[in-house]
């Protein structure tokens, strides 16, 4: 599934058959390349962040999770960079190891049920999520 089909969607509380929030963006992690959290908006609760190991299911229509209790703020300072947009992946420079720019990282494709990152895609060029192995505020580094 891409970043871009998966935006906007519904986050569903299943003990409560209501919509909690909605997905606004994705922040991952190298190493292996995986999601690690989703940024919320249109949140009910107090929370903006809901970390993937809390996902219950990411299906077509909506992410479920258990209860919207599991929407939280940020832990610490990363996870503020991330509720606050700086480790957003998408519109990243993406560059080699060596310093080469492959592009610009327009879209990513992920597995809905482990959170995988399967490939970083730019206009030019498809990479495979497991070269990802840095990701800062400039740019995404892969592996060569």
Known sequence: MLFSQA??????????ATRVARVDG??????????ALLRLGRVSGHGTL????????????AVTVATDAVIR??????EQRA???DLEIL???LL??????????????FDPETGAVTSLITKTDTVAG???????????????
């Open 91 to 93: 519109g990243k420079r």
């Open 26 to 35: 994705f922040v991952v992690l190298p190493g292996p390349a995986r999601v």
């Open 50 to 61: 809901l970390a993937w190991e809390d996902v219950q299911g990411f299906g077509p229509d």
């Open 130 to 144: 497991q070269r990802l192995i840095g990701l800062g505020g400039y740019a995404a580094v892969v592996s060569a």
């Open 73 to 78: 703020p940020p832990r610490d300072d990363r």
């Open 7 to 16: 935006r906007k969607r519904a986050v569903v509380s299943t003990a409560t």
């Open 83 to 85: 509720e606050n947009n």
């Open 96 to 109: 080699t190891e060596q310093g080469t720019e492959l592009g610009t990282v327009t879209d990513v494709d």
